[in-house]
């Protein structure tokens, strides 16, 4: 199901189809070190992780990782969207591209559109982002769509500090 789109990509509800790309993304070097070992190694595993993580979260707060596509062709790019952790008190943006598709745009393009999706559509007050300490990129971009460095935190599942931005809308 289609979310929204931009002027290049669509952003969509992910589906057990897209299962080969989620492993794809999961296991690559910079989703391991910035993000994390989510222990999905198999496409059952991914398929799995997609039904109990985005999907379940979509039906229970109406948003979650969209997966993003390009218009002209549907090749998955990466992943955008929101996420409610337990740990956080606010709603919490994120993104995640492969490698070969950094320094096009896209993630701009994508998390920008999701700001103006969280806060027109959803109605949202307060997002949240967060990144580790030595992610300069996500940092860069965050700033971008216009989130702010506030603090550091250390989520309850996680020994370490994690840079916190936020945007206020009000």
Request: glycine letters at 8%; a negative charge.
């Amino acid at each position: 199901m289609k979310i929204f789109e931009t002027e290049r990509l669509t952003l969509r509800l992910q589906t057990t189809d897209d299962a080969d790309f989620i492993l794809a993304l999961m296991n690559d070097p910079s989703w391991l070190q910035f993000i994390g070992d989510r222990g999905v190694k198999t496409v059952e595993e991914a398929c799995e992780y997609i039904v109990n993580g985005p999907l379940r979260m979509y039906e229970q707060f109406g948003f979650c990782f969209y997966l993003v596509e390009r218009k002209d062709d549907q090749i998955p790019l990466g992943l955008c969207g929101f996420a409610k952790r337990e740990s956080l008190e606010d709603v919490d943006i994120g993104f995640a591209f492969l490698p070969k598709y950094w320094g096009k745009g896209y993630a701009y393009e994508a998390a920008s559109a999701t700001l103006a999706y969280g806060i027109d559509i959803l109605g949202l007050n307060r997002i949240v982002a967060i990144t580790t300490q030595d992610n300069e990129a996500s940092a860069k971009l965050l700033e971008k769509i216009g989130l702010k460095f506030e603090r550091l935190v250390q989520l309850s599942n996680d020994a370490e500090e994690l840079r916190l931005f936020s945007f206020n809308f009000f």
